[in-house]
């Protein structure tokens, strides 16, 4: 059987939101046309309650996707709490922003309630084409500490006879190695033919247990962190060669250029940023996004005639490129640059949510926090639903807990 693999689509992403919708649209169109099935773990949408506009656009997306397609793979087995309503095998969860308190329905169940594709999340869904079986055990993206927990309570067991996929929607930790509570490769369950996860916005190819783990990042551009100057795309995954594929699709292009000032004159820089905009405006279906990053021992003060002129340069490329400059590597100190460094490493494809996350949870574990609330939803609490919502919430969470 062949699977095509994709994730992230955030459907009504604002800075770009005609990017997000042109490129999930290329990708689930031809994903739907190369195989036999479909897997999305995570984030369709967005945001949590995306607007009727952006609802819309999903349900133009899978109806369209499925519209002609004669399925000859279905889903002849479901095992969640909810209804399936249709057996075609598009087989989604929801991701990070999507999540909402467990029993209420979020925008992927919106879609599954259609009959556009059954929604995964915590259940086995079994897909059968001509005999041949695939398995695909998935949970919804979850707050981090709950992982381990959530993964114990689905218990997911491969079956003799089929392929099986798990499919999530997490950060692991040795792609971002500075929250303890994200789950590590090998403390996922053991015996699956293929790990497929979402939530992280460049695509990873590693191996788990010895069987392929597979991100295929988003479709759309949004953290645009170091990871992301790739291309964007999907994986067709093939059952019976064990082997896959990523298939590239038109998309934005984003570049980190990074310029070394020292031993440099300004006319030498800006030869060389400049052939650098021209080459990536030819690249890309729109707009490049160019961050051009100034390192070196030099002070932004010393180097402010190149500062200037490289605005200057931006401005003329406007209509072309969007550029950015960042000078804020630029320090006298080498200390500080190598304390920057690896700050800048390890903040590579984490989104601000996460790291907003991880420092808000390690503040309430030095003030000795212990209501039985967890962090990750207190943050979630007060990031979504207000002060006005959290604060009664937490005051009812202190008084059960006396
Ligand atoms: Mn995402």
């Not at 695909?136 to 218990?155: Q, R």
């Not at 597979?214 to 990871?227: A, F, R």
Request: with cysteine; hydrophobic share 40%.
């Amino acid at each position: 059987m062949k699977i095509a693999i994709l994730s992230d689509l955030h459907l009504g992403y604002e800075r770009f939101a005609e990017d997000a919708y042109k490129q999930a649209e290329e990708a689930l169109m031809s994903a739907v046309e190369l195989a036999d099935a479909v897997l999305i773990p995570g984030d369709i949408f967005d945001t949590r309650n995306p607007d009727v506009e952006v609802l819309s656009q999903g349900f133009t997306l899978f109806r369209n996707a499925s519209n002609g397609k004669k399925w000859s793979a279905k889903v002849i087995e479901y095992s969640g709490r909810k209804r399936i309503y249709t057996s075609i095998p598009i087989i989604a969860i929801s991701g990070t922003h999507e999540r909402k308190s467990k029993d209420a329905d979020n925008a992927v169940d919106l879609l599954g309630l259609a009959g556009l594709l059954v929604n995964a999340s915590e259940a086995k869904v079994t897909i059968d084409n001509g005999g041949e079986r695939v398995v695909v055990w998935a949970f919804g993206g979850v707050a981090e500490e709950k992982v381990k927990d959530t993964i114990k309570e689905l218990a997911p067991k491969p079956e003799q006879g089929a392929f099986n996929v798990f499919m999530f929607h997490q950060s692991i930790y040795e792609l971002l190695p500075f929250d303890d509570r994200f789950i590590r490769y090998d403390e996922l369950p053991d015996g699956f033919d293929l790990y497929v996860n979402g939530h992280i916005h460049s695509n990873v190819e590693h191996k788990v247990h010895g069987k392929p783990f597979l991100i295929p990042g988003s479709t759309v551009l949004t953290q645009l962190k170091e990871g992301e100057q790739g291309s964007k795309g999907f994986y067709i995954f093939d059952t019976a060669e064990n082997a896959y594929t990523f298939m590239e699709i038109k998309s934005r292009r984003f570049k980190i250029m990074k310029i070394d000032v020292d031993g440099k004159d300004g006319k030498e820089i800006l030869r060389h940023a400049e052939s650098e905009i021209e080459r990536m405006c030819g690249e890309g279906i729109s707009a490049p996004i160019i961050r051009i990053m100034l390192i070196g021992k030099k002070t932004a003060g010393a180097s402010s005639g190149i500062n200037i002129q490289l605005h200057e340069m931006a401005s003329r490329y406007k209509d072309r490129a969007m550029i950015e400059i960042d000078n804020g590597r630029l320090n006298g100190e080498e200390m500080k640059m190598h304390a920057e460094a690896l700050r800048q490493e390890l903040l590579e494809n984490s989104s601000v949510k996460d790291l907003g996350m991880a420092l808000f949870v390690e503040k309430l574990k030095q003030k000795g926090y212990s209501l039985d609330i967890s962090p990750t939803e207190l943050f979630d609490m007060l990031s979504h639903d207000g002060k006005e919502k959290a604060v009664p919430k937490v005051f009812e969470a202190l008084f059960e807990q006396q």
